[in-house]
């Protein structure tokens, strides 16, 4: 009898053992059947969602499923755009919003989730979800779309925000945050719902300290030209971003070298695999910029034995490099001769010994030609081919003509694009924003178009202009 009373005692506390642990473990939806891929659905608001006359500042949202919220505070937007961040919070099937603004009157405001609303199992995305009310007795409907590319590529970047204003004065931009603010997709695509009639002022930031404000001039921003009337206009905005010049700092000490290195000039060079490209300079590149060269101690030799006497010698203080321009012999060896007193850099930093580089320039073979016949080309906003390989500019080319013909042009793949150069200076130019009058800047058309030119080959492509605003 002794020995049955443990057991009866555990045969007695298993349920509540058992209960306990059920308590304690976690809701797991059952295994099997087809995966979930379908979003949260919307069940009810409160307010519900286009409400009128709404007075509370308490937000709940419900769903059809457990949800989660990612990175909320990233994801969702508000407007018109608080000047305190509301308190936003995911529970069980429901999220909560308090505002911590007031309430303007008669105010239609929009929240837009973008993509923070998702299924907690599957992590499925509701997409776009906006929820919508009005402190008012009616909902503005009026809407506003543009797009946004990035001016010096032509391209497109889907981290730029559009925003409007209804101030005019330029310091806005700087000191207050605007009033309604939304996403770009990635194609530069932007619109702004559920908006009042009136005036706005339209800008287009990146925001990199995440305050909706231009406060930055190493952020990229745009704006329009003239203001927009919501309501009476609803063309589409176009708008071209930039970023804004900066100011190299100057050097104002000498810089030195990290302990343990060797204390001498050394320099890189730009020959591919021991060749000299037979269309391009020969430069040397230095870690510091140098502080005096001796021309007179750099001789250039043609099969060891003839010296080169028609070569331009510069250095580039800016650039860090000395350039060697001459007419190369193509297929010819070359040997370049440093004397060790031919340079020093802002430290002080000299060779050590003489130093020769002995280099081979390619032949014509490993060339080829190329011919691009341009349709649609307006000739009369001076534009300039850019020539690119990935994001690196190998190539400007002013344009007097619908053709454009080399006979000798280095092979590979190249991005084609248009600079439509306003100031004829060569070069694309930012815009300036607090100029007096505003300056917009100059505008590079992305030709989607890929050529290949092949070494010893006639390379020709037909290059349609598509039309631009």
């Known amino acids: 009898m002794k020995r049955l009373f443990p057991a009866i005692i555990l045969i007695l506390c298993i349920p509540t053992i058992m209960m306990k642990?059920?308590?304690?473990?976690?809701?797991?939806?059952?295994?099997g059947g087809p995966r979930d891929s379908l979003p949260p659905v919307l069940v009810s608001a409160s307010p519900n969602d286009s409400a009128l006359n709404v007075t509370t500042e308490k937000i709940i949202i419900n769903f059809n499923?457990?949800?989660?919220?990612?990175?909320?505070?990233?994801?969702?937007?508000?407007?018109?755009y608080p000047v305190k961040q509301p308190q936003t919070e995911s529970k069980l099937r429901s999220v909560?919003?308090?505002?911590?603004?007031?309430?303007?009157?008669?105010?239609?405001?929009?929240?837009?989730?973008?993509?923070?609303?998702?299924?907690?199992?599957?992590?499925?995305?509701?997409?776009?979800?906006?929820?919508?009310?009005?402190?008012?007795?009616?909902?503005?409907?009026?809407?506003?779309?543009?797009?946004?590319?990035?001016?010096?590529?032509?391209?497109?970047?889907?981290?730029f925000f559009a925003v409007l204003y209804r101030k005019q004065e330029d310091s806005t931009v700087v000191k207050e945050k605007p009033m309604y603010v939304t996403r770009v997709d990635s194609k530069g695509f932007f619109r702004f719902y559920n908006l009042p009639t009136g005036t706005f002022y339209v800008y287009a930031l990146q925001d990199a300290d995440g305050d909706k404000r231009y406060n930055q001039l190493s952020e990229a921003f745009a704006f329009a030209d003239s203001a927009v009337a919501i309501g009476t206009d609803s063309r589409p905005v176009q708008l071209y971003a930039y970023t804004a010049e900066k100011i190299k700092p100057r050097r104002t000490t000498a810089e030195t070298e990290k302990p343990g290195t060797v204390?001498?000039?050394?320099?890189?060079?730009?020959?591919?695999?021991?060749?000299?490209?037979?269309l391009d300079s020969l430069k040397l590149t230095y870690t510091k910029p140098l502080k005096f060269v001796n021309v007179n101690s750099i001789q250039l030799f043609r099969d060891s034995t003839t010296p080169v006497t028609n070569v331009a010698?510069?250095?580039?203080?800016?650039?860090?490099?000395?350039?060697?321009?001459?007419?190369?012999?193509?297929?010819?060896?070359?040997?370049?001769?440093?004397?060790?007193?031919?340079?020093?850099?802002?430290?002080?930093?000299?060779?050590?010994?003489?130093?020769?580089?002995?280099?081979?320039?390619?032949a014509l073979k490993e060339y080829g030609s190329v011919r691009l016949r341009f349709k649609n080309l307006d000739l009369s906003r001076n534009p300039v081919l850019l020539l690119f390989t990935g994001e690196q500019q190998v190539g400007s080319y002013p344009l007097t003509g619908m053709e454009w013909y080399r006979t000798t042009y280095k092979p590979g793949e190249y991005e084609l694009r248009i600079l439509y150069d306003t100031n004829k200076?060569?070069?694309w130019d930012p815009g300036d924003y607090f100029s007096k009058p505003k300056r917009q800047p100059e505008k590079v058309q992305?030709?989607?178009?890929?050529?290949?030119?092949?070494?010893?080959?006639?390379?020709?492509?037909?290059?349609?202009?598509?039309?631009?605003?």
């Open 313 to 362: 010698i510069s250095y580039d203080t800016v650039n860090k490099r000395i350039v060697l321009i001459t007419p190369w012999q193509e297929g010819a060896n070359y040997r370049l001769i440093l004397d060790k007193e031919y340079a020093a850099d802002t430290t002080g930093l000299k060779p050590t010994k003489n130093d020769t580089l002995n280099f081979r320039v390619k």
């Open 425 to 427: 200076n060569g070069v």
């Open 96 to 159: 909560n919003i308090r505002l911590k603004d007031s309430l303007l009157p008669n105010t239609t405001y929009v929240i837009d989730f973008g993509n923070a609303i998702a299924d907690i199992n599957e992590g499925n995305v509701l997409k776009n979800f906006r929820y919508v009310f009005s402190t008012g007795a009616t909902i503005d409907t009026n809407e506003l779309s543009g797009r946004i590319v990035v001016a010096e590529t032509g391209k497109t970047d889907s981290t």
């Open 21 to 31: 642990m059920a308590g304690c473990a976690n809701i797991v939806p059952p295994g």
């Open 446 to 469: 992305n030709l989607e178009v890929r050529i290949t030119i092949k070494p010893n080959w006639d390379n020709e492509s037909n290059v349609e202009i598509a039309t631009q605003q």
């Open 65 to 80: 499923e457990f949800i989660e919220l990612k990175n909320p505070n990233e994801n969702i937007l508000i407007s018109p």
């Open 263 to 278: 204390k001498r000039l050394t320099y890189t060079n730009n020959l591919e695999s021991n060749a000299q490209d037979l």
